[in-house]
């Protein structure tokens, strides 16, 4: 073990369990996580929404109280597409032998890609329902959804789950159970590995909700699909860039393929996130130089 390495610190998934046995109750961290994220995400799409001047024309596309009835729709969208995400991109096998597990959302097996393909399509049919233009409702989406990223990866490193590959840097983290045990040939045990999910929650979170603020207070929102695109390219470019140093799920793994990958570009392999990852990154720049080549869109 490095003498830098930092050890994991006492925490338990769950906040607090009320009940005994069969009747008891835990309120877990990722459930948090989510709840506070969808929360977050509503006050400032609401937030967004007062502030016309932000917007084309001085008019925001849609009435503030109009966010209560979006975010339903936001709710069934991340957990029925993170959920059929997950069983299609990451286990598809398992459940197609064991369907009535796709219900076990409980115990874990939540896709961010899927994620996402529930969000446009909730949204795109929230728009048309209130008749709002969808690339500017995309666009406060976007502004809005870096916190619960932030939180979610916060609360996969409370879970000690989707941990990094070993590492000696001086903030590695030794992880409980078999991420200190299984690290390879030629490392201690216990060994320390990189956080990556602190890393996605800097980049995905902290970092990419700061560019979007201060892209929407600069005028961005003027100019539709401006932000949905740095969000897509941010998000794509930091997932890619941390899945280099993430250890991939285990159902990939294989003797004759240790790193996991599941597609190899020559002497390149790519992980399933980073490819997942890649449309976004060319939706996104796609996005940026069309909304800079035109000119804000007029009032609706």
Known sequence: MSALALPFPPLSPEIFTIGIGALSFSLRWYALAYIAGLVIGWRIVAGLMRRPGLWAGDTAPMRPEAAEDLLTAIILGVILGGRLGFVAFYQPGHYLAHPLDILKVWEGGMAFHGGLAGVLVAGWWFARRHEVAPLALADALAVA???????????????????????????????????????????????????????????????????????????????????????ALGYGLARIAVETVRVADAQFITPDNPAGNVLALGPVGLSMGQLLSLPLVVVGAWLIVRARRRAPAAAA
């Open 145 to 231: 959804t870096p916190p619960g990223l932030m939180l979610g990866r916060i609360a996969n490193f409370i879970n000690a789950e989707l941990w990094g590959a070993p590492t000696t840097l001086p903030w590695g983290v030794i992880f409980p159970g078999a991420a200190a045990q299984e690290c390879g040939p030629g490392w201690p045990v216990p060994c320390a590995r990189h956080p990556s999910q602190l890393y996605e929650a800097g980049l995905e979170g902290l970092v990419l909700g700061l560019v979007l603020l201060v892209l929407a207070a600069r005028g961005g929102l003027r100019r539709r699909g401006l932000a949905t695109g740095v969000f």
